[in-house]
């Protein structure tokens, strides 16, 4: 029964630490105390994260829970995507332990990105000419396709040694450190945490 109460705890916030899209929707269900807590427990929870990830603009968000929120489709979007996230991290916890992605995986995710495609359009941005992506979703299932190209990115162009897990909880994290010496999911964090267990074991110790 404490499982389940942990299981339904509605969340308060949103982790944005990993340095990818697609990282940081696997963090989505971190685990506290032994206990995995959903983040994503509903639709309007869905597109709250996709808003708090700066992936969907706030009026459109709105717009599209007014009319979606209570549809089949909805819901059934829903358990999709969360499946995809639990594919997403199996495939990384592969990716850290040196192995490659499935190729099963990688079928799966050409077929979805042929469904679920962004159009690139040109900006100027600080008078620099670049390339960014359209997202502009009509249809649930729709939000598939920003995290399908970050997992691409993550896949195809990020270095899979720098990808970890932290040494204190579950949440994985691509690691920028120019040393690639990064061991937890943030200092404010674990990395805070564990430095003061550290002092607190060697305190012990020594009154000992």
Known sequence: MAQQRQETTRPSAFLFLAGNSALDFVNTRPVL???AIELLQDFADLLRWFVAAQLLDPKLAAKFRERWAS?????ASLRQLLAFRELLRREIAALESSKAVSKKT???LNRRLAQHPLLAQLVIFHGILRKEYRFQP???LDLFAPLLYA???LFTSLDPLRLRQCQSCVLHFYDTTKNATRRWCSMKLCGNRAK???YAARHRHRSG
């Open 33 to 35: 105390r032994g206990h």
């Open 196 to 198: 003061a267990a550290k």
């Open 138 to 140: 009509r249809k649930p």
């Open 151 to 153: 997992a691409t990115d």
């Open 106 to 108: 990688i079928s799966g």
């Open 71 to 75: 549809s089949p489709q909805a819901h």
